[in-house]
């Protein structure tokens, strides 16, 4: 099992009415009615204090992520947080876990493929290229993405990244979209043939066949639990069955927000705010910008309008209770959550790299601390060793950080954050 | 090339599938009426025949083209346009195929701004040009809004002064209800947004400017006072890029003058065509 510490370095200081005065968290929330540029300056601070942190307690890998035009989450360029925490983690056996930098809104594309490459060099080879298609708000919204060639764009940067990667030979690229007569990278990554490619998703069948015909690790990054997510993994898994690919568990990914204190009735106490503050705020999309007409193609469009029951539940009406209930956060004293991760999570959806939220929302940088420090103390020891016993190889974890473990959760006693 | 000829989707009216782009677009037209030729291009919500179409039909021979990828069981063939000079190249091997030379152009909205372009490619294939609410140009304080992000009831009462009046029924369906019926008119609309909206994604300016000045054809625009999608100052971007055009104002009407107006459009259509 590997286990990462997911950050998506919310603004923590919205409005309590902000839901109610804006139009959305993405896109369109104004700048200057809101933010402070130096507030945000001790944001990413906090967010690389916090990332490094998970690092020195045992998680296994640091995750990063590109948004745009957002209160939601906003690491425009999520290679520049990466890079700091490649140098910060050297000599450590923590993955650098990139989910990553968008390729359709990189152009040409093989700007990611280069900064990729310069963080596995910085890293020793210890970089996870995500490689994600990008949410429609950041493609088709923020960066003027035509929603028909949003994928067909990101199919095309994705071979153009691969072979960009691995060519002994110089070669040109006369692609659709995208045309190099000489393409020659310098650097190139350590890891060969090249580090090992992630692919997030939210479901979509295009998706599960894309990762399972590459032979990738497919991430459902989701924030509405295991248990809403159960139908759209075992749907990817039988993809993967029927492809005929093995039933090899790290080819699943999967994002959970987690919260950890002394008890169930302290985690209430001390993170249900947050937790409502993360659904009610920074979801606060409307629901038409996840689907622009045209990004999804007609066979996906006409199975979506179909199943309408596949529309999740407006966050909104919900309160922490219910969150907690419905899994969309595990929260709870370490044994609490420690079961419910490994029976919901990783057994039911057969997960073998695990992703945690574990700053959420308007979390100050002291409670983030706490909750990361108890999950690697008391909740990440137990849930390593859960696919021990069948043998699988994770294929898709940087090789020399396979056999190996994070910092020891001992290192924090002596040293400290 | 190849045409099909397919049963009528409206009363006497004639429905052809034709195969241009080397036989991988397939394009549905539909014709009705007497008279000298008319082509029609539909907006970005598809083509629906209407009573303006109907009404049309008395004095022309309406031929109405479905945008490449809006043709039923043809809705991948849009993949294989890459952009705008594809699209109207497809025109114009579509209006040879039909055997049209030299017709009337009305357009709507998306529409007009793609009549816009072939006349201005093709200025020969055009003998008057009619425009309804285009699209075509960008002005930073006349922000059009972009229709494809509305959710059906603001998508309704941007397009349709009154969005429930019947007009505005047949062109949307009803967004409460989940009916199959329901189901598939959403599955066209969005699929119609989606394929039109690839050609003027993020801003619907795309070079119009640069090329306007070869239409030779006369030229009208028919704006509605109201319309809340295009705003009417657009109407002076055409006119002053297109000598002796003129514009009419159509009183009590958004951004489907022709739909909501229809009498009076009609006329002054047809005074302008003839």
């Known amino acids: ?417 | 090339m190849s045409v099909r000829v397919e049963a009528p989707i409206v009363a006497g009216a004639e429905a052809r599938t034709i195969a241009v782009w080397q036989g991988r677009v397939r394009v549905r037209v539909v014709s009705k009426g007497r008279g000298p030729a008319l082509v029609f291009f539909h907006g970005p919500w598809g083509l629906t025949w209407d009573p303006f179409l109907d009404a049309l039909a008395e004095s022309f021979t309406v031929v109405a083209p479905e945008h490449p990828g809006t043709t039923p069981e043809a809705h991948d063939d849009i993949y294989h346009l890459d952009g705008l000079w594809d699209l109207v190249l497809c025109y114009d091997e579509l209006l040879e195929t039909l055997g049209i030379r030299n017709a009337a152009f009305v357009g709507h909205s998306f529409g007009g701004m793609i009549a816009c372009e072939v006349a201005a490619a093709y200025p020969d294939r055009v003998r008057r040009l009619a425009m309804v609410a285009p699209l075509g140009f960008w002005r930073d304080p006349d922000h059009i809004v972009n229709w494809m992000m509305l959710e059906p009831g603001a998508l309704r009462a941007h397009v349709f002064r009154d969005p429930d009046g019947e007009a505005a029924r047949r062109m949307f369906p009803r967004s409460d209800a989940q009916d199959a019926e329901a189901t598939s008119a959403r599955v066209r609309l969005v699929w119609a947004m989606g394929t039109t909206g690839k050609f003027i994604w993020p801003i619907p300016d795309k070079g119009l400017k640069k090329r306007i000045h070869r239409v030779k054809a006369p030229a009208l625009l028919v704006w509605g006072r109201e319309d809340r999608l295009v705003p009417v100052a657009y109407a002076d971007e055409f006119t002053r890029r297109l000598p002796g055009s003129r514009v009419q104002i159509v009183e009590a009407a958004g951004h489907v003058p022709h739909l909501e107006q229809t009498a009076s459009v009609v006329r002054v259509l047809r005074e302008f065509l003839t």
């Not at chain 1, 007409?293 to 309160?319: F, H, M």
């Open chain 1, 1 to 417: 099992m590997k286990i990462s510490a997911f950050h998506l370095m919310p603004y923590r200081e919205l409005p309590a009415d902000f839901e109610q005065r804006y139009e959305s968290v993405w896109v369109t929330p104004p700048w200057w009615e809101l933010a402070d540029a130096r507030r945000v300056g001790q944001y990413y601070n906090w967010t690389l204090d916090e990332l490094q942190y998970a690092a020195k307690c045992g998680f296994d890998g640091v995750c990063t992520n590109e948004h745009h035009q957002n209160a939601y989450g906003f690491m425009p360029s999520p290679n520049l947080m990466g890079s700091v925490l490649a140098r910060a983690t050297n000599g450590t056996n923590v993955a650098i876990v990139q989910m990553g930098a968008t390729l359709p809104t990189s152009n040409p594309p093989l700007r990611v493929a280069e900064e990729y490459a310069m963080l596995d060099c910085i890293s020793g080879g210890r970089l996870v290229a995500g490689l994600p298609l990008g949410s429609p708000m950041d493609v088709n919204l923020c960066y003027g993405i035509t929603p028909m060639e949003h994928r067909e764009r990101y199919r095309e940067a994705v071979e153009l990244t691969l072979k960009a990667w691995q060519a002994r030979e110089i070669f040109s690229w006369n692609g659709r979209y995208f045309q190099l007569a000489t393409v020659n990278l310098w650097p190139r990554p350590i890891q060969e043939p090249h580090p090992p490619v992630w692919i997030p998703g939210s479901g979509s069948i295009s998706t599960f066949d894309f990762a399972v015909e590459h032979d990738v690790c497919y991430c459902f990054l989701s924030y509405s639990g295991a248990k809403s997510a159960k139908t759209m993994m075992d749907g990817y898994w039988r993809v993967v069955t029927d492809k005929g690919r093995d039933r090899n568990p790290y080819r699943a990914g999967f994002l959970q927000l987690v919260v950890v204190a002394e008890n169930d009735a302290r985690a209430e106490e001390k993170y249900a705010r947050h937790v409502e503050y993360f659904y009610h705020k920074c979801l606060h999309v409307p629901a038409m910008w996840f689907s622009p007409p045209g990004n999804q193609d007609y066979r996906s469009l006409v199975a979506t309008l179909n199943n309408p029951v596949r529309r999740a539940e407006n966050p909104k009406s919900l309160r922490y209770r219910d969150f907690v209930e419905k899994g969309f956060v595990i929260a709870g004293s370490p044994a609490t959550v420690r079961d419910r991760l490994k029976e919901e999570v990783i057994k039911s959806l057969r997960v073998g790299n695990l992703m945690v939220l574990l700053q959420i929302g308007s979390m100050p940088h002291e409670l983030a601390l706490e909750n990361i420090e108890l999950f690697g103390r008391e909740v990440l020891p137990d849930l390593r060793d859960v696919w021990e016993d069948e043998g699988w190889v994770n294929h898709w974890w940087p090789e020399r950080l396979r056999q190996r473990t994070g910092a020891l959760p001992a290192g924090i006693a002596a040293g400290g954050a």
